[in-house]
Nanobody
Framework: VQLQASGGGLVQAGGSLRLSCAASGSIFSINAMGWYRQAPGKQRELVAAITSGGSTNYADSVKGRFTISRDNAKNTVYLQMNSLKPEDTAVYYC??????????????WGQGTQVTVSS
């Protein structure tokens, strides 16, 4: 099982970016999916998460600006980021709780994608 993230880049403050993360490989089902970020010198933090049923959770710092969604048919999770701020600059990682088979479950991480917001 692999998670492939894409969509990062350089954007000016106030701009928007959309991150995507697709899971591939032997997948029986996917539970929660989410996005984390890690800025230089800081700990990795949860940005947003979404359950298989569509329930969402956001960090207070991104509420009202970021939207997480998923396409279960494509095993893909998205993060729409609007009104970006310089403090959103970080490496963004996708993560998912995946059952490769009906009898196994594990956490999987994508490779990270850089988001840089200039002031």
């Amino acid at each position: 099982v692999q998670l492939q993230a894409s969509g990062g880049g350089l954007v000016q403050a106030g701009g928007s970016l959309r991150l995507s993360c697709a899971a591939s490989g032997s997948i029986f089902s996917i539970n929660a999916m989410g996005w984390y970020r890690q800025a230089p010198g800081k700990q990795r933090e949860l940005v947003a998460a979404i359950t298989s049923g569509g329930s969402t959770n956001y960090a207070d710092s991104v509420k009202g600006r970021f939207t997480i969604s998923r396409d279960n048919a494509k095993n893909t999770v998205y993060l729409q980021m609007n009104s970006l701020k310089p403090e959103d600059t970080a490496v963004y990682y996708c993560a998912a709780v995946i059952l490769p088979t009906i009898a196994t479950i594990d956490d999987y991480w994508g490779q990270g994608t850089q988001v840089t917001v200039s002031s």
